[in-house]
């Protein structure tokens, strides 16, 4: 077994749908798992629609237009016939959508969200699955709710491991199964979503409940480049990297490889392509076991719009632990995600996402105890495999708050 996984960019228009058919049209010998997301930027349209549907309902309507006629460009160039069965299909689908948002709201946000968001997969993969039927790609398409499932926590469900193999063990997969990313669904049969960018995930679930061969991850970079090209036009591509690697670079907020993706593989040594669908020939970055590649190039990983927050106690205690376990439960409180932390004696600074309503609730939360004074549109960079030479250069000019170094990695936070 294979498993691929195509993202959004791969099935952004009639165009890239036709592409990946070309490519699907030379694995028509192995037995193959292909797992796809909603087509371009179509969950943001979604979440839009979401939205609506939770605070605005006279916006419905317009959200939901943008939806489908989105989608009926595609059709149109995909199947010039309007008798085709996908056209069924699709009114299906949608049909099932109007009736969810025909129901009132239930005060339940992520709830809500999930049973409308997936919409966007099952709709892509129903005019994939189509499109290759109708052009020489034989293929079964799999609701992926009735095979992956989860706990009830909904926009991040967890895996229920043993239910989600033993469904899988009964895979028919004669022919290939084209399938969704992102959604699965709870004991009770609701839909669950993985998180955002959580169709990468999909496939290594997949692939570890499959013992797949490999599983690959097409986009449209030539691999894992060692920074994303659109901050940093010399970005180069990674040949081979190991899983820890990988698991490393993702955790510092490279957004190549979503974090979860890799530990499934890691446990069963199946390695992870990750390849370009543009250039499909290409050889692509290898993710396995062996460190041996893993110091030759440095990489570059930028989060931009960061705020950082310095918490210091009202009463000059000292941080120590019970300060830092207020703190910590108020960041839990905020659904705030740090992504560094440093303390002195008489202050705990912390870098994150700068969200207004976040950053507001936890600084309500604090106001009584602590002084709070933050910088905004801050940078936090992480350079793995840095030399002195790459932190002067990357940091000349810059006014740096904040730096720690590891062995392999140093951070900053910076403007
Ligand atoms: N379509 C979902 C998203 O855009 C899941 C994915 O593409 O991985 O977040
Ligand atoms: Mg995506």
């Given at each position: 077994m294979k498993v691929f996984k195509f993202g959004g960019a791969s099935v952004k228009d009639a165009e890239s749908v036709k592409n990946i058919a070309s490519i699907l049209a030379n694995y028509q010998d192995d037995k193959l798992i292909v797992v796809v997301s909603a087509m371009g930027k179509m969950t943001n349209?979604?979440?839009?629609?979401?939205?609506?549907?939770?605070?605005?309902?006279?916006?419905?309507?317009?959200?939901?237009?943008?939806?489908?006629?989105?989608?009926?460009?595609?059709?149109?160039?995909?199947?010039?016939?309007?008798?085709?069965k996908v056209y069924i299909a699709v009114n299906e689908l949608l049909f099932q959508l109007e009736e969810v948002l025909d129901k009132s709201y239930s005060n339940d946000y992520d709830q809500a969200y999930d049973s409308l968001v997936g919409y966007g997969e099952l709709i892509s993969t129903t005019i994939i699955s189509h499109y290759l039927n109708s052009n020489g790609v034989e293929n079964d398409w799999l609701d992926v709710r009735k095979v992956i499932k989860t706990n009830s926590d909904f926009r991040q469900a967890k895996i229920d491991w043993e239910g989600t193999q033993t469904n899988i063990n009964k895979l028919n997969d004669s022919k290939i199964i084209i399938s969704q990313g992102f959604i699965g669904s709870d004991s009770e049969g609701?839909?669950?979503?993985?998180?955002?960018?959580?169709?990468?995930?999909?496939?290594?679930?997949?692939?570890?409940?499959?013992?797949?061969q490999s599983v690959t991850i097409w986009k449209d970079v030539a691999g894992v480049l060692n920074a994303d090209p659109k901050h940093?036009?010399?970005?180069?591509?990674?040949?081979?990297?190991?899983?820890?690697?990988?698991?490393?670079?993702?955790?510092?907020?490279?957004?190549?490889?979503?974090?979860?993706?890799?530990?499934?593989?890691?446990?069963?040594?199946?390695?992870?392509?990750?390849?370009?669908?543009?250039?499909?020939?290409?050889?692509?970055t290898v993710v396995q076991k062996s460190t041996s590649h893993d110091k030759l190039l440095p990489s570059y990983i930028?989060?931009?719009?960061?705020?950082?927050?310095?918490?210091?106690?009202?009463?000059?205690?000292?941080?120590?632990?019970?300060?830092?376990?207020?703190?910590?439960?108020?960041?839990?409180?905020?659904?705030?995600?740090?992504?560094?932390?440093?303390?002195?004696?008489?202050?705990f600074s912390v870098c994150f996402k700068n969200e207004e309503k976040k950053v507001e609730s936890l600084f309500n939360a604090l106001e009584n105890s602590f002084e709070v004074k933050y910088n905004d549109k801050v940078t936090l960079l992480t350079i793995r495999h840095f030399t002195e030479e790459i932190l002067d250069k990357m940091t000349v000019d810059k006014t740096v708050f904040i730096e720690q170094k590891s062995r392999n990695s140093a951070r900053f936070v910076l403007r």
């Open positions: 349209a979604f979440e839009w629609l979401i939205n609506s549907y939770c605070y605005s309902p006279n916006k419905v309507r317009q959200s939901l237009n943008e939806i489908v006629d989105f989608h009926n460009t595609i059709l149109w160039e995909l199947f010039p016939d309007k008798g085709h609701s839909t669950t979503t993985l998180g955002r960018e959580g169709s990468d995930f999909s496939a290594a679930i997949f692939g570890y409940c499959t013992n797949a940093f036009p010399d970005a180069i591509k990674i040949d081979k990297m190991s899983y820890r690697e990988a698991i490393e670079l993702s955790y510092y907020g490279a957004t190549v490889i979503h974090p979860k993706t890799i530990k499934p593989l890691e446990n069963k040594l199946i390695p992870l392509y990750v390849k370009s669908f543009l250039n499909p020939e290409d050889e692509g930028f989060i931009k719009d960061q705020i950082l927050v310095s918490i210091s106690p009202k009463d000059f205690s000292f941080i120590a632990e019970d300060n830092m376990s207020f703190i910590f439960a108020k960041l839990a409180e905020a659904k705030i995600k740090v992504n560094l932390i440093q303390n002195s004696a008489l202050s």
